[in-house]
């Protein structure tokens, strides 16, 4: 078979990126999928869209992709099941100048965004303790939608355009003849291509590491818990992450809230193929802590269950995007380190159109795989690598 385009992966990544090119009628266009569209991690994400990041590219991804979430039924005529929240960073004394640079930032590129004093935080919801808390950021416009929905709503809509979808395929090696990408080998055989995207997470680092191109990402077991505070209590209304106690909350259907933990390193490097998807209860203990000593009119709440799925972290926490050096034709968008998702819808128009020969409209080259064989990694203004 021949095709103009090979994206591996069948993630929100990969199925938004199918998608654009689709868009871009960028010829004969291939998704390939080892299980099934958002089968992998994408399906388990918390799906936070929030905005609130310390390099400039990252935050007009996230600005781009959360209007694309709000219109999301517009662009695929499906939806994301994206509900607008707002989100709520609360920080301790020395996080806020990090903090409030972040939010210049933001300003300066058009999002709405503000810190607040702890006063003002108790505004936003009384039932909060704010021992610890010395300011927080607010983006009223942010909010969650869900990445099953996202990834299998854009790769429908690339079906309809005309992209071939294959589930169930495994992608196992990339051709090279001559310093270029002439094609992936896969369980249905040999696809020719001049150009491939491998957007397939964790399993990025397998396809390149044969081509003498190292990838240094791991999989990091990440824990999420469903808490039920008691009725009387009501509902959590904002998304919460709390750098002074190091946990995140956001609201669920049904009352019920989402939660789990800031790290800031890998919570667990496993194999991606053989890992617990259940939680554990040391966890679920520690996080249910957490969330009593910020909401203590809520420490009753109960447990409803849980999940884990993987993150693909890389040493600093941002992805590789772009030409793969010494393979022309080759690209890569992986290592999102848990930011893919809330950049996904943005960040596929960016790759489809660096795919296609064109430069991207937001400076990416500060991504590119080599910077971490050249040693210059990505810091942000927080700790967290969670963060950006």
Avoid at 121 to 126: E, F, H, Q, S
Avoid at 302 to 310: D, L, N
Avoid at 311 to 326: C, H, I, K, N, R
Avoid at 342 to 352: H, W
């Amino acid at each position: 078979m021949q095709a103009d385009v090979v994206v591996v992966g069948g993630g929100c990544v990969g199925a938004s990126t199918a998608f654009y090119l689709a868009r871009r009628r960028a010829g004969r266009i291939l998704l390939v999928e080892r299980d099934r569209v958002a089968g992998g991690p994408t399906a388990r994400t918390v799906g936070i869209v929030r905005l609130h990041y310390s390099h400039e590219p990252l935050v007009e991804l996230a600005r781009r992709s959360l209007d694309r979430f709000a219109s999301f039924q517009d662009l695929t005529g499906r939806t994301a099941d994206f509900t607008r929240a707002g989100f709520l960073l609360l920080a301790p004394a020395a996080e806020l100048e990090g903090l409030a640079a972040n939010v210049d930032l933001q300003r300066r590129l058009g999002v709405r965004a503000e810190v607040l004093k702890p006063e003002e935080v108790a505004r936003l919801d009384p039932r909060m303790d704010l021992e610890g808390v010395a300011g927080a950021a607010y983006e009223p416009d942010a909010g969650y939608a869900d990445g099953y929905a996202t990834a299998t709503g854009f790769a429908t809509a690339a079906r309809e355009l005309g992209v071939e979808v294959w589930e169930g395929v495994e992608a196992q090696a990339l051709e090279v003849s001559g310093g270029r990408v002439t094609g992936v080998h896969t369980t249905r055989g040999l696809v020719a291509s001049p150009r491939v995207l491998v957007a397939a997470g964790v399993w990025s680092a397998a396809l390149l590491r044969p081509l003498g191109v190292e990838f240094p990402v791991v999989a990091s077991r990440e824990q999420v818990v469903q808490l039920a505070p008691p009725a009387p209590w009501g509902r959590l209304e904002l998304i919460v992450e709390d750098l002074a106690l190091g946990f995140y909350a956001r609201p669920e259907t049904g009352g019920t809230v989402l939660a789990g933990i800031l790290e800031e390193e890998p919570e667990e490097v496993v194999d991606p193929d053989r890992f617990n998807p259940g939680v554990d209860w040391a966890f679920v203990e520690r996080v249910g802590r957490l969330w009593g000593k910020r909401y203590p009119t809520a420490a009753d709440a109960q447990w409803r269950g849980g999940y884990a799925s993987i993150y693909d972290v890389t040493p600093d926490w941002q992805p590789a995007l772009g030409p793969v050096e010494g393979v022309e034709g080759l690209f890569v968008a992986a290592g999102f380190s848990g930011h893919g998702f809330k950049l996904s819808p943005a960040l596929g128009e960016e790759l489809a159109r660096w795919l296609c020969g064109e430069k991207p409209t937001v400076p990416l080259q500060a991504f590119s795989l080599s910077r971490f064989r050249e040693g210059k990694l990505l810091r942000g203004r927080h700790g967290r690598g969670l963060l950006g």
